[in-house]
C-alpha cells in the first residue's frame, strides 16, 4: 500500500494533500509519519480526564489544524466541532464528540496494525517459499524427473500469489535492495539449455524471497513502533 492508497482506506482525498504540498510525495509521506508521533491526542485525553476545558479547547484546536494540513478532514471536522461546542459554553457536549476524535484515531491504528499482522505473514511466505526453491534446487541437480517437483513448483506459485495480494507488498518491494531486479530478470531467461535455465529459474526466485523476507524484516519495528505510539 502506497501512501495514496493509505488514504483511500481512511475515506480521503490524496490529491488534496498532494496539491498543498506541491505534489511531494516524500513530504506528504513525511508528515503522516510525524502525525503518528505527534502528542496532541494524549493532551486532549490528559485535558478531558482533568476536565480542563480551556486545555480542550487548545489542544483541540491544534488538533483541527494537524489535520487540516494533512487533508484529514474527517478528524478536522470532528476537531472543528469540538472547538465551536466549548466556545459556545456547550462544555459537557462536547465530550461524545471528543470521543469521536477517539475513533478517528483508532481507525488510523487498525489500518497501521493491518500492516504489522500482513508483514508477519508475507515474511512467513516469503521464507517457506524460499525454503521451497531450495529444495527444488537440490532435486533438479539430483533427480529432475522427480514428481515432487510439481508439488514444489505449485507450493511456490502459491506463496508467490498470496504474498501478491497483501497491501503491504507494494511498500516491502519498495525497500527491496536493487539486486532483487537483477533477480527477477533471471527468473523469465530463455535459452537452449532448459535444464540450466530452471536452475537459474529458482535460484533467483530463491534470492527474491530471501530479499522480500529481510525487506520485511525492516520495516516491521517501524510498523510496530508506530502502533505502539498511536
Known sequence: MNIQEFYDSIDEDYENVSNRMKGNQKLVEKFVRKFLDDPTYEQIKEAVNKMDYDEILRTTHTMKGIASNLEFTH????????????????REEVLPVISEIEKEYQKVREDIQSFVDELHKLIEKAEKAAKYCDKSLKLLKRDPENPKMNRLQQEILQDMEEIGKYTIYDIVDIYMSKTADKYLAGVFVVSEDSHKDEINMYLSAKMIFQDLTKSANKLLPLFEKAVAEV
Not at 478536522?76 to 466556545?87: L, T
Open 75 to 90: 478528524l478536522q471536522h470532528k476537531s472543528a466541532k469540538a472547538v465551536d461546542m466549548i466556545r459556545a459554553g456547550q
